[in-house]
């Protein structure tokens, strides 16, 4: 699988997404912040026009309270469109954030990007 990788702003970097029987995969990398928190909302939305989006956190080195309430919002508006969210390959230190907010059993995660997408298939 290969992917277009753009740096933008705050040190994030994201990477086209890949599509599979309307399955979106959107891979973010690096430093998920305020700077970031624009983009990656515009990015999760331009992605969500499928069934399900898969978002790749397996790149994901830091994540602060603007991204996390990204991730929150998108968990919240995307199944009012029917659309499923599951975060895949999250890190350690993201799982931690996570875990440290109460918010990770708000998320359906997999393992990989590949568990992801067979369990919506």
Same mark, same amino acid.
């Given at each position: 699988? !290969?992917?277009? *990788? @753009?740096?933008?702003? +705050?040190?994030?970097?994201?990477?086209?997404? =890949? =599509?599979?029987?309307?399955?979106?995969?959107?891979a /973010?990398?690096?430093?998920?912040?305020?700077a #970031?928190?624009?983009?990656?909302?515009? *990015?999760i939305?331009?992605?969500?026009? +499928?069934? #399900? /989006?898969?978002?790749?956190m397996? +790149?994901?080195?830091?994540?602060?309270?603007?991204? /996390?309430k990204?991730?929150?919002?998108?968990? !919240?508006?995307? $199944?009012?469109?029917?659309? =499923?969210?599951?975060?895949? +390959?999250?890190?350690? $230190?993201? @799982? @931690?954030? /996570?875990?440290? !907010? *109460? !918010?990770?059993?708000?998320?359906?995660?997999? #393992?990989?990007?590949?568990?992801?997408?067979?369990?919506?298939?």
């Amino acid at each position: 699988m !290969t992917y277009d *990788r @753009r740096e933008v702003a +705050g040190g994030m970097h994201d990477r086209d997404e =890949r =599509r599979e029987d309307e399955i979106a995969v959107l891979a /973010l990398e690096g430093e998920l912040d305020l700077a #970031a928190a624009p983009r990656m909302r515009a *990015r999760i939305e331009s992605a969500a026009d +499928g069934r #399900a /989006l898969v978002i790749d956190m397996s +790149g994901v080195t830091f994540v602060d309270s603007a991204a /996390l309430k990204e991730l929150l919002r998108a968990r !919240t508006e995307l $199944p009012a469109r029917d659309v =499923r969210l599951v975060l895949a +390959g999250v890190p350690p $230190p993201v @799982r @931690r954030l /996570l875990d440290l !907010t *109460r !918010t990770s059993e708000l998320f359906e995660d997999a #393992a990989d990007v590949q568990e992801a997408v067979k369990r919506l298939s």
